[in-house]
Every structure is written in C-alpha cells, then in structure tokens.
C-alpha cells in the first residue's frame, strides 16, 4: 500500500452518494468495487506486516523468555497509525484509480 501517493483523511468524513455512484450507475455496485478493493488492500498489509514480523519470531513455549523488542512495538505501531483499507479504497475509486469491469451474460 503506497500511502504517499494520495494522502487519506485518518477519519470517516461525509461523500454524496450520486458523485460516488456516477461511474458504476449503482450504488450497491460501487460498494461491492469499494469492498473488495479495500480486501485487497487488507490482505496486502497483512501480508507485509508478517513478513516484517516474522524476524521477531520466537518458537518458544515459556512465559520467561519473552521480552519486550521496541524494534517490533514500533513496526506494530507504524501499522496501527495507517489509513483503514476501506478509506484507502473509497479514495482510490474517487481518484479513479480503482479498474473494474462488469461481467455480463451472454444470451444463447
């Protein structure tokens, strides 16, 4: 997720539905885009944050040998301070960068 492309606002703010829906003509479609947009953005975080937390990783079973690693606090609170993946998406669609496109059935 590249968040320095497009800056997000860190809180949910009010959109008009008919600016949101122009593009798709319905609103459920354009929610279904935006909802599956913003899936793809989750997993790719969650994804990313375990590769950098796998490092960390310790197999271990006792209580005695966990300790506290600021390397890891830091990496978790980085994560923690990023847009959510639906604001990130809703953005994306309305700057146009969201590619979608509907399938239809073909009559025989």
């Known amino acids: 997720m590249n968040?320095?492309?497009?800056p997000v606002a860190d809180t949910t703010i009010t959109r008009d539905i008919t600016n949101l829906s122009k593009d798709t003509g319905n609103i459920y479609e354009t929610v279904m885009i935006i909802a599956q947009r913003a899936n793809q953005i989750s997993t790719d975080v969650?994804?990313?944050l375990n590769a950098?937390?796998?490092?960390?990783?310790?197999?271990?079973?006792?209580?005695?040998?966990?300790?506290?690693n600021r390397e890891q606090i830091?990496?978790?609170?980085?994560?923690?301070?990023?847009?959510?993946?639906?604001?990130?998406?809703?953005?994306?669609?309305?700057?146009?960068?969201?590619?979608?496109?509907?399938?239809?059935?073909?009559?025989?």
């Open 3 to 6: 968040k320095k492309s497009h």
């Open 74 to 108: 830091e990496i978790s609170r980085y994560y923690e301070r990023q847009p959510k993946p639906s604001l990130v998406a809703i953005k994306e669609f309305e700057d146009g960068e969201t590619f979608f496109r509907k399938t239809t059935e073909q009559e025989e």
């Open 52 to 68: 950098r937390l796998e490092e960390f990783a310790t197999y271990t079973d006792t209580l005695e040998e966990t300790f506290e």
């Open 46 to 48: 969650k994804k990313e």
